[in-house]
């Protein structure tokens, strides 16, 4: 019933910025936390940067001081804004939500948590 779609991956110099996108759409009764992480190859995904419903934040160590995520709860969009990007930064970048949906039939409130496609970013040497 939720959908998220991630945007703004792309090919990038080391030391340039991009700004990642992702918007949540469908039945939604609330968005709780959201976040981003991210796929190297032949890594384990692991978490980049979460934010709760209220804007408290969390950052792997290896992007505190880069990355800024931030979310507009009236557009239901979560962003990402990486700086000082390198190498190691490159993968796919997956956005994930924590949401409580409502059925239609009984109307009961239901937890599910939803992943976007991913987009790609690389980041060249």
């Known amino acids: 019933q939720v959908q998220l779609v991630e945007s703004g991956g792309g090919l990038v110099q080391a030391g340039g910025s991009l700004r990642l996108s992702c918007a949540a759409s469908?039945?939604?009764?609330?968005?709780?936390?959201m976040g981003w992480y991210r796929q190297a190859p032949g890594k384990q995904r692991e978490l980049v940067a979460r934010?709760?419903?209220?804007?408290?934040?969390n950052y792997a160590d290896s992007v505190k001081g880069r990355f800024t995520i931030s979310r507009d709860n009236t557009k239901n969009t979560v962003y990402l804004q990486m700086n000082s990007l390198k190498p190691e930064d490159t993968a796919v970048y997956y956005c994930?939500?924590?949401?409580?949906?409502?059925?239609?039939?009984?109307?009961?409130?239901?937890?599910?948590?939803?992943w976007g496609q991913g987009t790609l970013v690389t980041v060249s040497s």
């Open positions: 994930n939500a924590e949401t409580i949906v409502m059925k239609p039939i009984d109307q009961a409130l239901r937890y599910l948590e939803v």
């Open positions: 934010i709760t419903s209220g804007g408290s934040t």
């Open positions: 469908g039945s939604i009764f609330k968005l709780n936390t």
